[in-house]
């Protein structure tokens, strides 16, 4: 049998912490984050959405991997004037932000990969 390397077994997301205050919602993920793990985030947003919060803190310091089902779940929540912040981003976070947006924000906000003078003219 040969062994590829590949881990394709789907990841685990754990909601390792659920807490409130007023409208605001803080939750800490630990775990990988793919599209076969996303589902209880995904029904706790929505979920706390119905329930009339407007806020979401979302920390992710304990998360080993995510791909784009993150940013798919995530990108409805501020809508409607809900706010949206994610605290204490892990390396894989912050890997899915650069690709998603091409800033990385540890460069002063200017497009990951850039090169060239930043000097004025």
């Known amino acids: 049998m040969h062994d590829s390397g590949a ?3 789907p990841g685990v997301i754990v ?3 659920c807490a409130t205050l007023g409208t ?3 939750v ?3 775990g990988e984050i793919d599209c076969y793990s996303i589902a209880p ?3 706790l947003l929505a979920s706390a959405a119905a329930g009339g919060y407007t ?3 979302l920390d992710t310091a304990r998360v080993a991997f995510c791909d784009s089902s993150l940013l798919a779940v995530l990108d409805w929540w501020p809508r409607r004037g809900r706010r949206l912040t994610l605290a204490n981003r892990s390396r894989a976070v912050q ?3 650069i690709a998603a947006t091409g800033i990385d924000p540890t460069d002063s906000g200017s497009p990951a990969g850039a090169t ?3 000097g004025g003219r």
């Open 24 to 26: 605001t919602l803080f």
């Open 116 to 118: 060239g003078d930043r």
């Open 55 to 57: 806020g979401l803190v």
């Open 7 to 9: 881990d394709n077994a």
């Open 41 to 43: 985030l995904r029904a």
């Open 15 to 17: 909601v390792d912490s």
């Open 95 to 97: 890997r899915l932000l």
């Open 28 to 30: 800490r993920l630990v």
